[in-house]
Protein backbone atom coordinates (compact mmCIF):
# COMPACT_ATOMS: atom_id res chain seq x y z
CA UNK A 1 0.00 0.00 0.00
CA UNK A 2 0.75 3.61 -0.61
CA UNK A 3 -0.47 6.96 1.34
CA UNK A 4 -0.21 10.05 -0.17
CA UNK A 5 -0.68 13.63 1.87
CA UNK A 6 -0.80 16.82 0.00
CA UNK A 7 0.38 20.03 1.38
CA UNK A 8 0.38 23.93 0.42
CA UNK A 9 -3.35 25.05 0.37
CA UNK A 10 -4.94 28.26 1.82
CA UNK A 11 -6.27 31.51 0.99
CA UNK A 12 -4.59 33.91 -1.32
CA UNK A 13 -6.17 36.70 -3.87
CA UNK A 14 -6.41 36.70 -7.36
CA UNK A 15 -3.09 37.04 -9.25
CA UNK A 16 -1.77 34.92 -6.75
CA UNK A 17 0.37 32.22 -6.51
CA UNK A 18 0.54 28.81 -4.73
CA UNK A 19 2.45 25.62 -4.59
CA UNK A 20 1.29 22.14 -3.75
CA UNK A 21 3.11 19.04 -2.93
CA UNK A 22 2.15 15.32 -2.19
CA UNK A 23 4.40 13.13 -0.97
CA UNK A 24 4.15 9.48 -1.07
CA UNK A 25 5.21 6.53 1.35
CA UNK A 26 6.88 4.87 -1.60
CA UNK A 27 8.40 4.79 -5.05
CA UNK A 28 6.30 5.51 -7.76
CA UNK A 29 6.58 3.77 -10.91
CA UNK A 30 3.49 5.51 -13.06
CA UNK A 31 1.78 8.94 -14.13
CA UNK A 32 0.90 10.47 -11.22
CA UNK A 33 -1.91 13.47 -11.07
CA UNK A 34 -3.64 16.15 -9.44
CA UNK A 35 -7.63 16.41 -9.36
CA UNK A 36 -9.95 19.01 -8.28
CA UNK A 37 -13.35 19.04 -7.26
CA UNK A 38 -15.25 22.37 -6.42
CA UNK A 39 -18.81 22.65 -4.34
CA UNK A 40 -21.63 21.33 -6.77
CA UNK A 41 -19.40 20.35 -9.46
CA UNK A 42 -17.83 16.83 -10.46
CA UNK A 43 -13.94 15.76 -9.87
CA UNK A 44 -11.72 17.08 -12.74
CA UNK A 45 -8.20 16.04 -13.56
CA UNK A 46 -6.08 19.24 -13.26
CA UNK A 47 -2.45 17.56 -14.52
CA UNK A 48 -0.55 14.59 -15.05
CA UNK A 49 2.88 13.62 -14.86
CA UNK A 50 5.38 10.50 -15.85
CA UNK A 51 7.57 9.11 -14.27
CA UNK A 52 9.77 10.37 -16.81
CA UNK A 53 8.51 14.04 -17.40
CA UNK A 54 5.80 13.67 -19.77
CA UNK A 55 3.17 16.06 -18.80
CA UNK A 56 -0.74 17.40 -19.97
CA UNK A 57 -3.05 19.83 -18.39
CA UNK A 58 -6.50 20.99 -18.30
CA UNK A 59 -7.57 23.36 -20.97
CA UNK A 60 -8.41 25.83 -18.09
CA UNK A 61 -5.03 25.94 -16.37
CA UNK A 62 -2.96 25.59 -19.25
CA UNK A 63 -0.12 28.42 -19.01
CA UNK A 64 -0.76 29.06 -15.54
CA UNK A 65 0.08 25.94 -13.65
CA UNK A 66 3.22 23.50 -13.81
CA UNK A 67 3.11 20.12 -12.51
CA UNK A 68 7.04 18.45 -11.52
CA UNK A 69 8.34 15.61 -9.67
CA UNK A 70 11.41 14.86 -7.44
CA UNK A 71 11.29 10.79 -7.80
CA UNK A 72 14.32 10.46 -5.42
CA UNK A 73 12.05 12.44 -3.02
CA UNK A 74 8.84 9.87 -4.14
CA UNK A 75 7.40 14.24 -4.22
CA UNK A 76 4.86 15.58 -6.60
CA UNK A 77 4.43 19.39 -6.85
CA UNK A 78 1.99 22.00 -8.57
CA UNK A 79 3.06 25.44 -9.03
CA UNK A 80 -0.32 27.68 -9.40
CA UNK A 81 0.11 30.92 -10.43
CA UNK A 82 -2.06 33.69 -11.55
CA UNK A 83 -4.95 31.68 -10.08
CA UNK A 84 -8.49 32.83 -10.47
CA UNK A 85 -11.55 32.53 -8.61
CA UNK A 86 -12.80 29.81 -10.34
CA UNK A 87 -9.41 27.92 -8.91
CA UNK A 88 -11.02 27.58 -5.68
CA UNK A 89 -11.29 23.82 -4.88
CA UNK A 90 -9.93 20.76 -3.23
CA UNK A 91 -7.13 19.49 -4.34
CA UNK A 92 -6.48 16.05 -4.71
CA UNK A 93 -3.21 13.72 -5.63
CA UNK A 94 -3.68 10.69 -6.87
CA UNK A 95 -1.38 7.17 -7.69
CA UNK A 96 -2.22 3.96 -8.92
CA UNK A 97 0.30 1.47 -7.02
CA UNK A 98 0.16 -2.55 -7.25
CA UNK A 99 -2.80 -2.40 -9.43
CA UNK A 100 -5.04 -0.12 -6.86
CA UNK A 101 -5.27 3.79 -7.31
CA UNK A 102 -4.61 5.86 -4.18
CA UNK A 103 -5.40 9.63 -3.46
CA UNK A 104 -4.91 12.04 -0.87
CA UNK A 105 -6.76 13.64 1.81
CA UNK A 106 -7.20 16.37 -0.31
CA UNK A 107 -6.12 20.61 0.80
CA UNK A 108 -8.38 23.28 0.52
CA UNK A 109 -7.48 26.21 -2.03
CA UNK A 110 -9.48 29.25 -1.74
CA UNK A 111 -8.84 32.45 -4.11
CA UNK A 112 -10.80 35.20 -2.72
CA UNK A 113 -10.61 39.28 -2.80
Known amino acids: QVQLVESGGGLVQPGGSLRLSCAASRSIFAAMGWYRQAPGKQRELVAR???????NYADSVKGRFTISRDNGKNTVYLQMNSLKPEDTAVYYC?????????WGQGTQVTVSS
Open 49 to 55: ITRVGST
Open 94 to 102: NAPWGGDEY
